[in-house]
């Protein structure tokens, strides 16, 4: 079965809150003797009839991404988010990648306007587009029109090299052959990073890193590095591949995003556990060389 997402579901919480409500008043009718006597207890008449959601709306996951909007959810329904274009051939094993670390195996809840919500609020087509993943189609959405605009103008997964050669708007260069040896990481002359949380929840967090290349010439091959300060636990990057021991963190390019021209960017980011406090790191290496934080 698949559709389009367009129409508004009942959302569970209210059946929720409203039985947490009766909950609440039936206990703090016992709570100690020296009380004031409880007030009368409604009649069987006078208790709301609350119907509880839709089983179909409870946890429902993605057990299936086929690219970035085309989903199959927990219940064997097939799903194309709106407003997202099809993949561009340059970006779209890209696109899928972060799909699959964003919503595979992960909560959602349709959205009245056609997207996936996910379980701290963000709305996935947004997210997408806002990364550079896939181009929006929905012209008259000003959200992902502001987000296009935001990734285009920061160069973006798709919006930058490869896909766009720098200072231009012709197409990708033609695939390099798979025989072909990758070069040799460069050494890099100078480099910041921008660490910023963009959502947080009891227990995680969600952040974007900026990496931009601020020296003399290309990064060709790059490894970031960093150490968290208070425990804080990686549990999924995009854009890149991890990995973490102890407090040390590290990020590598994947083929797609090797190349950090001068002057350019690439975007990773990441969702973490934490307990506490969750200070941002305070230094970051790229190869080894040391980067301004801003």
Sequence with gaps: MRRLLGVVRTDPLGWLLATVVLLAGAASACSGDDRPPPPAQPSQADVPIVEPPDEEELGRTVQEVVDVRTVQLSDGEEVQVKGLAAPDGCWADAATAFARTVLLEKPVEPTAAGSLRLADGTDHAVLAVELGMVRSEAGDDRALHEAEASASAKRLGRWGPPCVLPNTRDPPPAPVPATTTAPAPRAVT?????????????????????????????????????????????????????????????ATALSCNRTIPRGESVLTGFTANSSGSSASPRAFSLNGHACSVV
């Design 190 to 250: 100078g480099c910041s990073v921008e660490y910023r949380v963009t959502h947080s929840w009891p227990g995680g967090f969600r952040t974007d890193v900026t990496i931009r290349n601020t020296g003399t010439t290309d990064v060709t091959g790059w490894t970031l590095q960093w150490k968290f300060a208070n425990g804080q636990t990686v549990t999924e990057m995009w854009n890149v591949t991890h990995r973490q021991a102890g407090a040390d963190v590290s």
